[in-house]
C-alpha cells in the first residue's frame, strides 16, 4: 500500500473490485533493479502488466521488454523503443508471428529445441537466438518447473544447431521459478550456463550472453529478501562460475517490478456458515475470485495481504471466495485465511501486492463479471 493510492482510494468510489497501481513504486522498483544489477541489462516481463502507463513509464526509464506474442511486441513498440529493445522470449512461437516479429525488427529469440531452430532460421534468418534451459523451480511459490527449456546438455547441440544454420547462437536462458525467495537459486543455473558456454567454445563457437530471466519476488505475507541482496548473490555466482570471463546479462523481472505497486479494492458480498453449529468455520465471499484476476491462488500458492477497516478486532479463520458460479472460484480454504469476526456484508478489504499477474489472469465475462478494471495513478 502507498499513500497515493490509500488517497485515491479514499476519494474515489467504485462499483465492483478495482486494481489501483502507483507508477512511483513502479519507477522505484526499476532504480531498485537497475542499482542492484548495475551491469545487466532489464527485460520487464510484460505478461506481468501489459498496462501502457506501465510500460511507457519503464521504456523512458531505459528498460527493454520480454515479450511472448505479436500483441505483447507490438504493446512494447508503441511505446517508441526501437526493436533492438524488444525479445521475443517466449520458446514456443508460431512461425507466422516469428515472420512478424522479424518484419517489426525483433532479433532476440528465446528456443528451446531444434525444430524451434528451423522456424527461427527461416522466418526469421541472421537473428540472434539464447537457449533456455530447464530449471526444477525449487523455492519458487509460483514454480515454473518442466514446460520450458532442454537439459544443459541438450542445449549445446540446440545452439551448434542455431549456429550451423547462420544463426547468431548467442548465449543461454534460464527462470529459476516465480516469486523465488532463495537468492541463491540463481547459482545452479550459472553454474551450468558456465558450462554450456565452455563447450560451444570447444564447438567452435562463441556465446555472449546469459539471460537470468525473472523470479524477484513481491513481499505478500511473508518477508522477502531485498533486491539488493538478489544482486549481490548472482554477481558471486557469475565471479564464481565465469572467473573474469563474465557475460553480458540479462534479467527479466516480472512481478519484481510490479507486484507490490498494485491494490485490489474488494467489497464483502457475503459472510455465511454452511451449518448452525457455534464453531462452525465462515465463509467470506468477496466480489473477486480466481476468474476476476486472482488466478494465482490456484492451490493457494500466492497468499496475498488482505486489510480491512476492521483489523485489530478478534480474528478468526474464515474460507474466502469469489463470487463466480463455479466451486472452484475459492479462494483459501485448505489453509484457512484469519480475518475479523466484525467482517460484514458491505465492507471494503484490501488486497496487497496484486499489481502482477492480475488484470492479465482475468477472465472476459465469466457469469457477466466484467474484467478487472485498473487505475493507474
Ligand atoms: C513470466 C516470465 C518472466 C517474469 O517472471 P517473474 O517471476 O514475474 O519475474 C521472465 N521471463 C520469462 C521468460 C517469463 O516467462
New binding site residues.
Partial sequence: MTDRIRRHLESTVYDGPVMVLDLERVRDNYMAFAKALPDTRV?Y?V??NPDPGVLNLLAELGSSF?T?SVVEIDMALATGVSPDRVSF???IKKERDIATAFARGIRLF?VDCEAEVEKIARAAPGSRVFC?ILCDGAG?E?P?SRK?GCVPEMAVDVLEHAHRLGLHAYGV?F?V????ADTSMWSGALAASAKIFAECAERGFQLSMV?M?????TRYLKDVPAVGQYGSAIFEALREHFGNQIPETI???????V?DAGVIQSEVILVSKKTQAEDEIRWVYLDIGKFGGLAETMDEAIRYPIRTPRDGDRMTPCIIAGPTCDSVDVLYEKVPYALPVSLSIGDMVLIEGTG??TTTYSAVAFNGFPPLRQIVI
Avoid at 521459478?177 to 523465488?180: A, E, L, M, N
Avoid at 534479467?251 to 517490478?257: H, I
Fill in positions: 527485460f516481463a505478461k506481468a520480454d511472448a522470449g517466449n520458446t528465446a533456455r519458487a509460483w515454473l520450458f536462458s527462470h521459478g516465480s516469486q523465488q539471460n530471466g525473472g523470479g524477484f519476488p534479467v527479466e523481472p516480472g512481478r519484481g517490478m507486484g502482477a499477474y
